[in-house]
């Protein structure tokens, strides 16, 4: 009685699971759908069913040239995960293992430039942007994307770096290990799991931030954000074109998030439960 | 091997020399479908213009003119050739932050821009933007409906006429509303509309001394007009809808009148996305018999910013794209009907472009119709026929259009909507130092 209660429950909990994932994941689904129908079809009202013409891909990739913006929003995504573990890493340790009494406080004031609208700052980035010459450059907005994700970065490995005991880490030192082989060598090889994560939320992040990476680029550092929005229009029905952006924008993140998202939950649920 | 040697050293000093010369200009621009079709032909631009290359930045409406905004009053020098609209160009030519256009060439010939679209791109007689394509707005009906419904519609209806077509035209069984008009919120959007719509019945945002309207009259007949009739007549969810939403209502059937832009002329009549494309007719935009129709007046047009350092080139590019020679060109590859319209007198005058855009006529005069200075019934401080042309208009015209929106979808009522309008605008206009 009570294992078929228990089955039951579980069938439940699975198709409920089903039915909400669906939910969650029907608007890119249709995104998907309107990209291989025609632009007419696209405007007739709700149909999953697409003629399956390759069309709209054909005319995107003609109209703007997916590669470069693609190139960009790799080398960015990518780029600044990498800055942002390099500053990162030794702060959360810091914080983590030699913590004063101010350390919460900082903490908090980081997540608290997460709160300010991005707006608010747009004209005092865009002279520093323009005063330093980093206008539509790959490396200013690489250091962008940095700062702005800095705080989420330094919050979740400081999380995991708790979780790791730090009679390890004095053993190291006993054993005369240096500041720097403490961190290289004992400490970021038992948070791999917990860098791995971050790493790969860090660049889920910077490849969807849409707010820096347009009002900063022009042609040379634009990304895959500004490729969607180019196919926005005011005046004229581009649907099917514009869902076949959105889905070459989205694909690469989509995939890698598929085939990472073990990692990724085990990051994310590292030391919730204790 | 000496030769080739100095052969290929050769070729590399001639095109180190020429990648030297050669000069890149940045655009930035709107995916319209005019727009898109300039970049498909710039191979034209670049075959006389070797030295020049062309670089596109296309980016959503509302995205662009905060980007060009931002970089223009920053003097950030990221674009060479900006495209702008009407509302934009008064403003902007004023703080000096556009180079006058009067270097465009010999052959450019300036007096071939339609006098009211010039006029609305000029300070001081002086042009400061070339227009690519302009537009008023009118009507724009289902001809087999309207014979359906015993009437025939005049080319210059009256607003009354238009609620009794409506009404009659509305079929909800068979998913036919009478008329589809813009609710959704924006300056650029139900503002544009129900401004132009508030010309007609003698309202004013302003009146000479920049005191607020709202609580006059005249607006309050307009907004109880348009939102009874789009009650009666108007589609489901219509406080969502804007040009593209009703462009697909009437595109698929579902509309037996719209009033919006008469660039969607081209886009109703195409048989390739119209189910409708022959059964359209086209009239001026209605009016209430005080003589202002509630016709609007727009035009994107590309400027050029004094931060940029390469103007000749840009203006080599502007001459090129809104001359003669890119109508016809455009025409020899896509027909005439594809033309950027609203532009030229000659474009007008042409019976090859007459011919193949029916709504040519009725487009040229609803231009003709719309006076950027004398926009309403009484005298008012400021240009702009569906917008005010000052830099508080954007914000302060974006939350009266979410009022208005409001009341349209029922979740206030005019009065109120009104009442809020009059003190926002209040508000907007104290804080600007234009009243005390």
Redesign the interface.
Known sequence: MARAVTTQHKTIATVAAWIVALLIFFPILYTIITSFKSEQEAIQGFSIIPSGTFESYSEVQAQSGYFKFFFNSVLLSVGSTILALLVAIPAAWSMAFSPTKRTKDILMWMLSTKMMPAVAVLFPIYLIFRDTGLLDSRIGLMIMLMLINLPIVVWMLYTYFREIPGEILEAARMDGASLWNEIVYVLTPMAVPGIASTMLLNIILAWNEAFWTIRLTTTEAAPLTAFISSFSSPQGLFWAKLSAASTLAIAPILIMGWFSQKQLVRGLTFGAVK | MKLRTLTLGLLSASALAFAAHAESI?I?T????DM?RM?TLTEDFTKANPDITL???????N?LR??VT??I???????DVMTIGTYEVPIWAKQSWLLPLDKLGDDYDAKDILPAIAGGLSVDGKLYAAPFYGESSFVMYRKDLMDKAGLKMPDAPTWDFIKQAADKMTDRANGVNGVCLRGKAGW?ENMAFLTAMSNSFGARWFDENWKPQFDQPEWKSTLQFYVDLMKADGPEGASSN???EN??LF??GKCGMWID?T??AS?VSDP??SKVADKVGYALAPDNGLGKRGNWLWAWSLAIPAGTQKTDAAEKFVAWATSKHYSELVASKLGWASAPPGTRTSLYANAEYQKAAPFAKMTLDSINAADPTHPTVKPVPYVGVQFVAIPEFQGLGTTVGQLFSAALAGQSSVDDALKQAQDAATAAMTEGGYIK
Do not use: H, I, P
């Not at chain 2, 709107?30 to 479908?33: E, H, L, P, T, Y």
């Not at chain 2, 670089?55 to 409406?61: G, H, M």
């Open positions: 940045t930035a709107v995916n319209n479908a898109v970049q670089n596109w930045v296309t980016l959503e409406e995205v905060e980007r931002t970089d009053a920053t003097k950030g020098g990221q674009y650029g804007g040009f593209n462009l697909a595109q698929q832009a660039v969607a886009m390739k996305s």
